[in-house]
């Protein structure tokens, strides 16, 4: 046996597939020992397509690396991989070894390069390694909180005699709780005198939203969503629901006044922009899950979903919180339409694809994507780490896996990773793509009301590009919506891939303090 049948072994007894790449010399060795294949037109597009497959279907997908470059040209999807914590194993060819000491084109310490966004880093040494490694990798990429590893396979260790030992491979997401834990936080609780929960993506990542309504209806306490949460936090439709926190500290403190005890679920506080308010001065912090930050207070590592199991037969009820109904709702869907604003557009939108998986890098008009599509197991992702380019890549990878997915990007997110429609013709993924068109860098043009007044209407914060022409160009049935947007009805049509150009109000708001 070779390395590369080695590779190809264990990519079998590990069930690690699909692969993702554009691959270069470097890779081919080691492609003799990949089946499964997804080409990408840029190798940052193939992690961000391993990204949304395996967040959507926690299972570790593949990722196929050109060398230097390749790595080079996807660290930001790598960095937002980390962040998405995405159980990825991510490869690339190496240079081969016998000449490396003349530093030969295409060779660098890969390894190195990807210091600090990955979980796990490694170099091939001999063919021997190549079972060892991958068993370690997908453990290590599943082993809470998730996130990428990182193997270098040299070309000519890819043709070396190797030894492949079969080995039963079984991995559980552990049940890990502590009873002591669980009955030190339903005290605290029940001290407590106005106590609220936040809830993050472990909840979506582990399907503990009945455990998490539970928990919350045995309180009786509002239940918000973390900060820029990347996936569901909780039932969006649960009268407990209190909305999305805002990541800046002044106005989580303005949201939470009057809680004295918050107790944050599978999930931590994202912050942005820099506001000079500590984060909640004298309240009492802890949080519970696998991925949980220290800075903000107590914290004890447990499976979310078991510890809200347990916590909801110890506490006692709290709060008589229900949400109040958005009175004003329809009157800014009525009063948008006129200009094409986002409150008219999502209500239509709404209507058609209710049911549909969201992907979402509209970013300025993000809070209104969350707020009317809502929330729930697998409904909503987006990019933890604030990337442009992500949703399209990350769109390419979950279709493989659900056919009603809707993604809503921006005009100038879209440009990022326009290359990834090639895929999507290519391999017919059912693709149903919205790109809401405001003609520019709309929140950075906010950002700059708030801050930097004067480059608001600077020129290059504007984006004019024949998006539709483009689409076409690569194989894309597009069109562009009218006013009574009745082509979102031919959007959701069939499964070729589709996108629909809707030309936005242009109207800057002021989403800034």
């Known amino acids: 046996m070779k390395g590369y049948e080695a590779l190809k072994a264990s990519i079998k007894e590990l069930d690690i597939s699909p692969a993702f790449g554009n691959p270069g010399t470097t890779e081919l060795p080691m492609l003799r020992g990949i089946d499964q294949y997804y080409l990408t037109l840029h190798d940052s597009i193939a992690v961000g397509m391993a990204d949304g497959y395996s967040q959507y ?24 991989s980390l962040k998405n914590r995405a159980p990825i194993i991510i490869t690339a060819g190496q240079q081969d070894t016998r000449h490396a000491v003349y530093e030969p084109l295409l060779y660098g310490e890969l390894t190195d390069m990807v210091n600090g966004v990955v979980k796990m880093r490694y170099e091939v040494r001999h063919s021997n390694d190549i079972p060892i490694i991958m068993r370690k990798a997908k453990a290590i990429a599943l082993t809470p ?36 834990a669980v009955d030190y936080i339903a005290n605290a609780l029940d001290a407590a005198e106005n106590p609220a929960l936040v809830m ?63 107790l944050i679920i599978g999930g931590g ?53 229900v949400r109040e109904d958005d009175l004003l709702y329809m009157n800014r869907v009525v009063r948008s339409r006129a200009v094409m604003g986002i409150d008219y557009v999502m209500h239509e939108a709404r209507k058609v694809f209710q049911d549909f998986t969201v992907v979402d890098e509209s970013i300025s008009y993000s ?39 809707l993604t809503m990007v921006g005009d100038g997110s879209f440009m990022y990773s326009v290359q990834g429609l090639w ?33 608001e209407t600077a020129d290059y914060l504007n984006i004019e590009a024949k998006i539709t022409d483009i689409a076409k160009g690569f194989g894309i049935e597009a069109e562009t919506a009218g006013k009574d947007l009745q082509e979102l009805k031919w959007l959701y049509e069939g499964e070729d891939p589709k996108l629909l150009l809707i030309n936005m109000d242009r109207t800057v708001q002021k989403m800034f303090l």
């Open 57 to 80: 279907s926690l299972k570790p997908s593949l990722v196929n690396l050109h060398s230097v470059p390749g790595v080079g040209n996807s660290i930001a999807f790598i960095h937002t």
């Open 269 to 321: 506080i994202t912050l942005y922009p820099y506001l000079p308010s500590p984060l909640l001065p004298g309240k009492r912090i802890i949080s519970v899950g696998f991925d949980v930050d220290p800075r903000l207070g107590e914290t004890f590592i447990m499976n979310p979903r078991m510890f809200m199991k347990e916590a909801a037969k110890k506490i006692t009820h709290k709060c008589n919180y």
């Open 145 to 180: 909180p998730m996130g990428p590893v990182f193997i270098s396979f040299p070309m000519d260790i890819m043709d070396e005699d190797a030894e492949y030992l079969p080995r039963q491979y079984a991995y559980r997401i552990p049940n890990l709780i502590d009873e002591d």
């Open 200 to 262: 993050g993506y472990e909840i979506d990542a582990f399907n503990a939203f009945k455990e998490a309504e539970e928990l919350a209806d045995a309180l009786g306490c509002p239940v918000y969503a973390e900060p820029l949460a990347h996936r569901s936090p909780f039932n969006s439709n649960s009268k407990r629901f209190a909305g999305d926190l805002l990541p800046g500290s002044t106005l989580i403190n303005m949201k939470l006044l009057t809680h004295d005890l918050i």
């Open 423 to 455: 895929t999507a013709a290519k391999y017919k993924l059912p693709l149903k793509i919205i790109v809401l068109s405001n003609g520019g860098y709309n929140i950075l043009k906010s950002y700059a009301k708030s801050y930097y007044p004067e480059l």
């Open 367 to 405: 809070p209104i994507v969350r707020s009317v599509m809502g929330y729930g197991h697998n409904k909503y992702f987006t990019a933890k780490s604030g990337q442009l380019g992500w949703a399209l890549s990350a769109s390419l990878g979950i279709s493989i896996v659900e056919k009603r997915l």
